[in-house]
Structures are given as structure tokens and as C-alpha cells.
Nanobody, 115 residues
């Protein structure tokens, strides 16, 4: 079983920055993708960024503004969000994906970007 605890959301003005953190407990391999998804008001949940030892990917709308990183020893993933835009407003969910696939989710953290 994997448990995820997120932190770092909040309210920021457009153009500002936030850093999200997600600490995972349980058995996680570096080959398991860890990352972030988000769900904006009235929208479906979407991939933001994921990272593993073999791959890192970003959704197009955040490329060049967001950076995902991971401390494999601490089972912690980070999302540095720069040049935030109002359309980045969403609940951000931490995710771990294991083969199956089996997905584990955090409780979500609210990010609000004011214009």
C-alpha cells in the first residue's frame, strides 16, 4: 500500500511561483512513475508532469514554466511552478503509478492563481 501526503498549495498572483511537495510511504521503485495531475473547475483531471528513472514528461501547457523533480531516497516528488497563470488554478493531485496499472492518489492541494 502507498500513502501520499501533499503540501505547498495556496493563493498566488499571476506571474508568481509555488512549489508543491509530495511524500510517499510504502514500497516504491524508481521505475514507478510519480507525478502530478490537476483538476480545474468544470474540467477533467489531467496530467501535469510525471517522472521516473526512465522518463520525464510534461503536458504542453506547462513546458518551460514548471519543473518536476524527485528525491528517490526519500520517495518525494516536487513540482516547481513558475510564471503561474490563472488557468493553472486547480486542485493538484500527487500520483504514483505501479504496473497493472495501479494508481495511488494524494488528497489534493488547491492552487489558486489570481489575475
Amino acid at each position: 500500500q502507498v500513502q501520499l501526503v501533499e503540501s505547498g498549495g495556496g493563493l498566488v498572483q499571476a506571474g508568481g511561483s509555488l512549489r508543491l511537495s509530495c511524500a510517499a510511504s510504502g514500497s516504491i521503485s524508481g521505475f514507478n512513475a510519480m507525478g502530478w495531475y490537476r483538476q480545474g473547475p468544470g474540467k477533467q483531471r489531467e496530467l501535469v508532469a510525471t517522472i521516473s528513472v526512465t522518463n520525464t514528461e510534461y503536458t504542453d501547457s506547462v513546458k518551460g514554466r514548471f519543473a518536476i523533480s524527485r528525491d528517490y531516497a526519500k520517495n518525494t516528488v516536487y513540482l516547481q511552478m513558475n510564471r503561474l497563470k490563472p488557468e493553472d488554478t486547480a486542485v493538484y493531485y500527487c500520483n504514483v503509478r505501479k504496473p497493472g496499472p495501479v494508481n495511488y492518489w494524494g488528497q489534493g492541494t488547491q492552487v489558486t492563481v489570481s489575475s
